[in-house]
Structures are given as structure tokens and as C-alpha cells.
């Protein structure tokens, strides 16, 4: 390359460059510099840089230009911790404002020593990153209150909750010893009445149930039992439990266990809870005069699925992501019995406590089944 | 493997001492506090056996900070913290000055790491070229994270490494690191040369 050319790169590039003599005199001062410093060529070279610049006697500077001409080191002054080590000025400002990194290099020319520093203006990086820092502590100071919010939200919805639970259960025990009949014979017209009180008691409190449960999920106080169970008898004695519920919503459950017992290591109450809940939706959510079938298979890498199935309208798609999640509810189906939409939260919740896996299959207007799959006890692989 | 005499080691540790010394000087000045730096152990290693003998150090993220150097002794050299513990070192530095508080390594703080380890590699190499008397270059510092086996890569493979435990003390808390020379088998050999030279002219 020609010899012009290349000093008209140099002098003219976007980068400041200095080179300086081994007593510090400046034998290079390109245009980016003249600009940046307000300092023409004309004045600066052939002047020590402590003369132009008198504070930099004894700085980090001009100890990094000693080092790189008597002991061939290379030096980065980052703008960390020399924000401006040379005054230069970005904008009209009086005052130096161009932020600076400095990288000090040795370069030995016919038997010579000099020393080349070049100049990369940071400041809008730096004010980016300025910038940055303080979204970045807003955000978390927005998640704080956020999740304090939240927190305070939980807490008084379970300590509702506990309130509420005491007096319904009694209610609910005096609706239920009243239609057994031990206050005497109720007229048919009060019957009725009090049928309804006591089906809307028992679903309040099963969704106070369902509020506890979640708290004591999110707390990670929920306690689980385990002990070794036979899914086919425990499947068995729920299914019955929830016939009447079947007939109420004109549908039968139909249980099809298996041959063998079906060994897992479950929370019996919590294993009983998920089927209940499935089996609760999958009456809900069927077509009238259907059977909901309870199916007990082995299925691959030695896991047991249980699964639910009906006949009904089925999944809708843009329910399927987000089905397991807190408060989501499938909106105009032909149940009218609502709920609060954190069933199956729950249940996905005791599923990974058992390590097990709980998923869904669904055709509209066709068969939906649920189903959890749990790992088989030692020995019954 | 390269072995030492006791003089030799006590030498070679004494120079690189005194370089860690102007260093712990010089970061004094910046941070507007005392910073000391001392190298309790040197010693030689091959480029296989490199992760067995950083000890202190969870050698699967780390952070460091290589300058090359050439001349009359040529190799690179390396400082290596813990990835984690090198945040805190950058964040205990320049608290004095900016008082950052966030949990990102950003670009100015990897430059600033940079400069740290730029200060404590030359102190090292000038003290062994100046006291030894080799004419050496260094270049600019490289920041890197992650595994000891990106950053020490293949090419470096057929080099012997000289490896000193560096403490950095700061504000009552010690920060653990190393600095290793990668050098290759005759540039050893006249290291452990100038060595003897050096200490051949001390008058006895």
C-alpha cells in the first residue's frame, strides 16, 4: 500500500490515535483527536503529552506509555475506572463528556521504541448500559412488588378460606342430617329447598377445598403419604364413591381394572383426589346417557396409566396449552355446574409430587380421555 | 516434568512477588483502597495435568483474562478466577467509584476485569523480563468465560504450563485465582537459564 494512502487511513479513521516518542513527544495526532481534543495537529505534535495535558503527569496514562516503551507491555485503560483520561468532548459541552476506552500498544521502529495509544469513544455504550441498569433495577423492584402483592393476595384468600370452611361444614352436616331424616319427615315442598342448600354447600366447600389445596401447593406444604397401593382397588372404591355424582349428571362409570394388581407407591387420599376430579369432569362434560369409562392398563418403561374417558364436545383448541394452569376454565360447554378451575392444577400438582404424569387426549364432539400415568412398585414391572 | 531447585523456585517466586506487589499497588490507586496481592505457590505442570492443579477453582466456569507475549521469551500468559467469584471482584473494585448493583456481566464490567487482569499480568512479566533481563512484548488483553478447555484450546496443547496461585485481598475478603504461563519447552529452558544467570551475579 502506498505510503500516502496509509497515513491518510490513519489520520482520517474513526478511531483517536496518538503515537508518541519514547520521551513522550507526540509525533502523531490524526483527525478524529483534533476534533475530539479541540487540540489542532499543528499544536500538538512535537509537544510531550504531560505539556498539552498537564494532569496526566503521574496518571495511569502516562505510567502505561512508560511501561509499553521501556518494557514492551501493552496496556487497556477501560472506561471502568478512567472515565476520561484524556479531556475530550463529544459534544459543545465546556466540560470534558466523551467517555474513553485506551488501549496502549509498544511499537519499535528502525531501533526506535514509541508507544501508539488509540482512543474508542464508549459513551453511548456506557449510557446504554446506564440505561439498562436502571430498567433492569425497575423490573426487579416492579417483580418484588409484584410477587409481594401476590404473596398478601394468597394469604388472605387461605385465611378466608379457613373462616369460611368451619361454618359451612357445619351447615352442610345439619343440611345433610336433616334430609337423613332425623328431625323427623320433611314436607316434599321443604325437601327440595333444602336438597339444593345442601348440593351448593357441599360444592362451596369443595372449592374452599380446592383454594386450600393450592395455597398449601404454592407454600410447598402440602404433605403427602405414601404407601403401597393397588391401583385397581383404589380405583375400584372410587368409582363407587362418585356414582351418585354420575347419576346426577345422567352418565354411569364404567371400571375396567386390570388382572394383575397394579402396585405403585401413591398418597392414597391424593391419588383419589386426582381420579375424583377426573372423573367429576368427565361426568360434567358429557353427553347425557353416555358411560365414562375408568381404564387401568401397563403401559411402556414400567408406568401404570389410568384414564378416564367420555363422550362429549370435547377439548377445544385453543383450551389445550394451558389446560393444567391456575383458573382456567372451558367456556360454553353443556355443563352448567362451574367450578373454580383449579381441579386440574391440583392434580397435576400431586402428580409431579408422585413423580407421575397427567395428560389428555381429546377428538371434539367425540371421546376425551384423561389419564395419569404412575411408575409400578419394584417387582410388578 | 519441569522441576526447580529450591533456590531456583525461591527465586523465580521472590521476582514474581515484587512484580504482584507494583500491581496490588497500582489497583490501589485506582480503586482508592488497599488491594494486596500474594503468590503463596508456583509451580510446573503439562497442559494435561493443568486441572488437577487449580484446586481452587471450579475449573468448569471460569473467568480469564490471556495476554500473548513475544520477544526473547514468548508464550501467553493467564489469569483465571472462579466465573462467579470474578464478578464479585469487579463488583468489590469498583464499588468505590460506581456502586453497580445488578446480576449481569455486562461489557463494561468484562472490560473492567480485563483492565484488572491486564495490570496484574504485565506486573508479572516485567518483573521476570526486567529482573531477569529478557526483552519482551505483551499484547492486549482477551476476556473470556467458561470451561478450562475452551479456554486453554488445542493449540496450546503442545505448551508446559507455569502455574502461580495468586490471593487477592481486598477489603478483609481473598479472592482466590491463578496466573499460568503457557510456554512452550525452550522457552522453560531459558527461563530456569536467566534464572541461574541472575542468580549466579548476586554477590555472595
Given amino acids: ?381 | 516434568m519441569t522441576i526447580l531447585t529450591d533456590l531456583q523456585h525461591d527465586t523465580l517466586t521472590e521476582i514474581i512477588n515484587i512484580g504482584m506487589g507494583s500491581a496490588a499497588a497500582a489497583l490501589s490507586t485506582m480503586v482508592k483502597d488497599e488491594v494486596s496481592i500474594s503468590v503463596p505457590d508456583i509451580s510446573f505442570s503439562s497442559i494435561d495435568a493443568i486441572k488437577d492443579n487449580l484446586n481452587e477453582l471450579d475449573t468448569s466456569n471460569l473467568a480469564s483474562v490471556r495476554q500473548g507475549f513475544d520477544g526473547e521469551l514468548s508464550g501467553d500468559a493467564i489469569l483465571l478466577f472462579s466465573g462467579d467469584k470474578s464478578l464479585e471482584i469487579v463488583r468489590m473494585l469498583l464499588a468505590n467509584t460506581l456502586g453497580i448493583n445488578d446480576n449481569d456481566f455486562s461489557d463494561f464490567e468484562q472490560e473492567a476485569l480485563s483492565e484488572i487482569g491486564n495490570i496484574i499480568l504485565n506486573a508479572g512479566l516485567s518483573a521476570i523480563a526486567n529482573t531477569l533481563r529478557f526483552d519482551v512484548n505483551s499484547s492486549l488483553p482477551i476476556y473470556k468465560q467458561g470451561d478450562i478447555d475452551r479456554l486453554v484450546t488445542s493449540d496450546d496443547k503442545s505448551q508446559t504450563v507455569l502455574i502461580l496461585r495468586v490471593d487477592l485481598n481486598l477489603e478483609n475478603k481473598q479472592i482466590k485465582g491463578y496466573v499460568v504461563y503457557l510456554m512452550d519447552i525452550l522457552a522453560i529452558d531459558q527461563l530456569i537459564e536467566h534464572i541461574d544467570r541472575y542468580i549466579n551475579s548476586i554477590p555472595n
Avoid at chain 1, 502505561?64 to 514492551?72: R, S, V
Fill in chain 1, 1 to 381: 500500500m502506498h505510503e500516502a494512502l496509509l497515513k491518510q487511513i490513519v489520520l482520517s479513521t474513526d478511531i483517536g490515535m496518538i503515537v508518541v516518542t519514547a520521551d513522550s513527544s507526540v509525533v502523531l495526532w490524526n483527525q478524529w483527536i483534533e476534533k475530539t481534543s479541540r487540540l489542532s495537529a499543528d499544536k500538538a505534535i512535537g509537544h510531550q503529552l504531560s505539556q498539552l495535558f498537564p494532569h496526566l503527569t503521574g496518571s495511569r496514562l502516562e505510567q502505561a506509555i512508560d511501561d509499553a516503551i521501556n518494557n514492551g507491555t501493552s496496556a487497556l485503560l477501560s472506561s471502568a475506572w478512567n472515565l476520561y483520561s484524556l479531556p475530550l468532548f463529544k459534544t459543545e459541552s465546556e466540560d470534558a463528556d466523551l467517555l474513553q476506552s485506551l488501549m496502549i500498544k509498544p511499537i519499535t521502529f528502525n531501533d526506535e521504541s514509541y508507544c501508539l495509544i488509540e482512543i474508542f469513544d464508549v459513551t453511548n455504550s456506557h449510557n446504554r448500559e446506564a440505561l439498562l441498569r436502571e430498567k433492569s433495577k425497575e423490573s426487579e423492584q416492579a417483580l418484588d412488588a409484584a410477587e409481594t402483592a401476590s404473596r398478601a393476595k394468597t394469604e388472605y384468600v387461605s385465611t378466608v378460606s379457613h373462616e369460611l370452611r368451619t361454618p359451612l361444614t357445619s351447615i352442610n352436616g345439619s343440611l345433610g342430617l336433616i334430609l337423613g331424616g332425623v328431625v323427623g319427615e320433611i314436607p316434599e315442598k321443604a325437601r327440595g329447598l333444602i336438597e339444593v342448600a345442601s348440593s351448593n354447600t357441599t360444592r362451596l366447600l369443595s372449592i374452599i377445598n380446592d383454594l386450600l389445596d393450592i395455597e398449601k401447593i404454592e407454600a410447598g406444604k402440602m404433605e403427602f403419604i405414601f404407601s403401597q397401593v393397588d391401583l385397581n382397588v383404589l380405583c375400584s372404591h372410587v368409582v363407587e364413591q362418585n356414582q351418585n355424582y354420575a347419576q346426577a349428571h345422567n352418565v354411569c362409570f364404567e371400571f375396567m381394572p386390570t388382572k394383575q394388581p397394579m402396585l405403585v407407591s401413591a398418597d392414597t387420599h391424593r391419588i383419589s383426589q386426582v381420579l375424583s376430579n377426573l372423573l367429576s369432569n368427565a361426568a360434567k362434560f358429557s353427553f347425557s346417557n353416555h358411560a365414562v369409562t375408568v381404564k387401568l392398563n401397563k403401559i411402556e418403561n414400567d408406568y401404570c396409566r389410568v384414564a378416564v374417558t367420555n363422550h362429549g364436545s370435547g377439548i377445544p383448541e385453543n383450551y389445550r396449552d394451558n389446560l393444567f394452569d391456575k383458573f382456567i376454565q372451558v367456556k360454553g360447554s353443556q355443563s352448567s355446574s362451574k367450578g373454580t378451575g383449579l381441579g386440574l392444577n391440583i392434580c397435576r400438582a400431586i402428580m409431579n409430587q408422585h413423580h407421575g404424569h397427567i395428560g389428555f387426549d381429546s377428538v371434539l364432539n367425540d371421546t376425551t380421555s384423561f389419564y395419569f400415568d404412575l411408575k409400578l412398585a419394584d417387582g410388578y414391572h
